[in-house]
DNA sequence: ACCTGAACACCGTTCAAGT
DNA sequence: ACCTGAACACCGTTCAAGT
């Protein structure tokens, strides 16, 4: 049974893109980059495949589409390209409007960010007000942490986001999503005090390290989830850290030392250590103030 | 014409496991993740699916065992897994033998990496011996830059290597490949004199750094070839600046100020920065000699 | 202008059968 | 023990045809 329609489906108010990037972004979710197919999206939207061709040119470029769209979403809070944040969703791109902000949101696990909101940066302060409803702490590196967890959080919440944002990035997403992280990260980056000279090398090396981050650990929830329902994170963990245990000393005196702070680790403590170490880094190479 | 045995096939030696992982990354490199098939493998080996079945699981396996192949070989210029050096493959892992090193390396660009050989840790110090044909320099940084290129030069020659490193880390690699490069890059940070309490964050953090960069930089190499088959890096890096430079200048003042640095950068350098930059917060964060 | 759905070429994987 | 190759279920994409 439940061959069709395992959604109640009006089917009213007619195809368009931005149904159909939804509709995509929801199998994603549901059972990743493989759940993705034009049977299930027909299926799901109550079309044939042809109705979807119509309004989107193929996968990639619908998986491309679903990409910035879930990027949008995620930095949305932020200060990044929200000068005009009431209005529903002002056209932010040069080329093809990119579908405006995310669904499928849903607050996953209850708890969601945290900090957000906060900072924008000293010279532009009129702008930012005092509109946020927690903290809004001030410092370019809270910005920073804020816009990381952003991320991290939305690569969490959507596990397939990793890999098309690293390796798919295609010639579209590096003219619709990099500059939108570019922008948040560069930001705070600015504000740091860094010389205009190193934004780019900075802000790179920053975004760098939080998709690379994030996107492991988002494989290692995935993997831990497919072993095993429930439960899990800690075993998957304790798999791994056993194996590195095993191996052979003489070969891998290092990794069997540190098997150890595998097992304990705190993914999202880890992640902000690791960003912490980086502005540690931009800091230390700051010309005196 | 040339249905069949493009590679003039003896189809003596059997079919092993080796050669299919072998045939596999040739594969790969020819033409991509879509290029590996399982058509076009038995066309390659001059056999039917079937046996190549029964060598390998499924196509899942048999990318995990190219990439541990790829990886291996490049960490093996380094002093990683490598107490005994000269024999030709002992087996390094405990569970089915890693393939020993890479096929289809044929020396790329010519130039290849540079540095490398380098250094052990000091308080190993008798083991290395004074075997670099090249400048063998000592300091942990250069041991750490030396890791680092490698990784960076097999991503840029086997570009399919960044996604499985990233996001397909399966299972099976975090007890392969993962333990490689950790021991790898470990090492130099434990040289380094960083605490114990922080080796795994440190570690973590330089190879989240290393993959992110250097699979961006490999997309990217990728996204070039394929819009001109030749000229065309500085095209595609002019191409995506001067999309920057056109952005909203409300949304995106800070990316439209870094599209310059976008179009000079060169990737290595940027990439060494980076690489750099962390050092430098690791070394920051260091407590008192 | 927008949608339908059969059809095409191709994919990973299986398996009865051979040697 | 190792290999063959037809067959199966499924995929992205196309396209003549409808409204």
Redesign the interface.
Known sequence: MATRTRRSQRRTEALSRERIVEAAIELLDAAGESGLTFRALTERLATGPGAIYWHVANKGELLGAATDAVVAAALAAEP????KSPEPAGP???AESPEAAGPAESAGPAEAAGPAESAESPEAAGAAGAAGPAESAGSPQDGIRAVALGLFDAIEEHPWL??QL??????SL??TV??RI??SV??QI?ALGVP??S???????L???????A??N???AA?ART?GPEVDRAR?LD??ST??E???P??????R??AG??RG?DDRE?FL??V???????T??LPAR
């Open positions: 990044a390209a929200s000068a932010a791109g040069p990793a890999s690293m390796t798919q990035l295609s010639h590096w003219e990099a500059p570019f922008e560069g930001r600015r205009e000279s934004w780019f090398a900075a802000t790179s090396a975004m760098h390290y939080i998709l690379g981050a996107g492991q988002a494989t290692n993997s072993l998957f798999a791994a194996a590195w095993q191996l052979d003489d070969d891998y005196p290092f990794t030392a540190v702070q595998l680790h880890q250590a690791g912490d170490l980086i502005l540690a880094g931009i230390a190479s």
